[in-house]
């Protein structure tokens, strides 16, 4: 099975994505970390990406593009995977058929995760994190336990991550907005769309995914 998921910054595509992998024995591949896997091997296209990063510039959408195809070439490529996250532009998408037709890849489906702007609001801006150990905590639905705003492990005073706070979080959603309607409508024509609502517990928005992929019997 391979599969796309999409979703707004801070609708849980990450997190859903791993459970997905865990449950159907699939690879998890995120376009960060195929970027930086290339960076650490040091390829020539891993090199170039390496200048945008060091930089803290998005790395162009070709060179992102090249790099995706250069991981799905690569002979240990899975037969099955989630890509989490990407294509996020048109031409990314255009991109990526592509690479899948020319590795004989064909997409099973691409799943969209429908979160409104205000709840992911809330749920990004209450992340907290100590900078100390690095555990992370939400002021709803994981405080620490031991004293408020304290790192349950070593007691140290949490902070609100670097790109969380509120004017950061919808800068993000607006360029999403402006930027994914093409994406959704490009796979919408080709009969791979499937929107599912991305509220609930992760365990719910899990087997709501499992469901619209229709490997959940239970639905």
Request: with cysteine; aromatic share 4%.
């Amino acid at each position: 099975m391979r599969v796309i998921l999409l979703g707004p910054p801070g609708s849980g595509k990450g997190t859903q994505a791993k459970l997905l992998c865990q449950k159907l024995g699939l690879a998890h591949f995120a376009t960060g970390d195929i970027l930086r896997e290339a960076v650490r091997l040091g390829t020539p296209l891993g090199r170039q990406a390496r200048g945008f990063m060091d930089q803290g510039k998005y790395v162009p959408d070709a060179l992102v593009n090249d790099i995706v195809a250069e991981r799905l070439h690569q002979s240990d490529r899975p037969a099955g995977f989630i890509m989490d996250g990407y294509p996020r532009t048109l031409i990314q998408a255009e991109s990526f058929d592509q690479v899948l037709q020319r590795e004989a890849l064909p997409l099973d489906a691409v799943m969209l995760l429908q979160v409104p702007d205000d709840e992911i609001v809330r749920r990004v801006t209450g992340r907290r994190i100590c900078p100390k150990d690095g555990q992370q905590y939400h002021v709803v639905y994981d405080p620490p336990q031991q004293k408020p705003d304290h790192c349950d492990l070593c007691g140290t005073r949490l902070q609100v991550r670097a790109d969380d706070p509120e004017g950061t979080v919808r800068e993000r959603l607006r360029v999403y907005q402006e930027t994914m309607p093409p994406v959704i409508h490009h796979y919408r024509k080709q009969g791979l769309l499937r929107e599912v609502q991305g509220e609930g517990t992760i365990a719910q928005i899990t087997a709501t995914l499992l469901c619209a992929l229709g490997v959940n019997q239970k639905c």
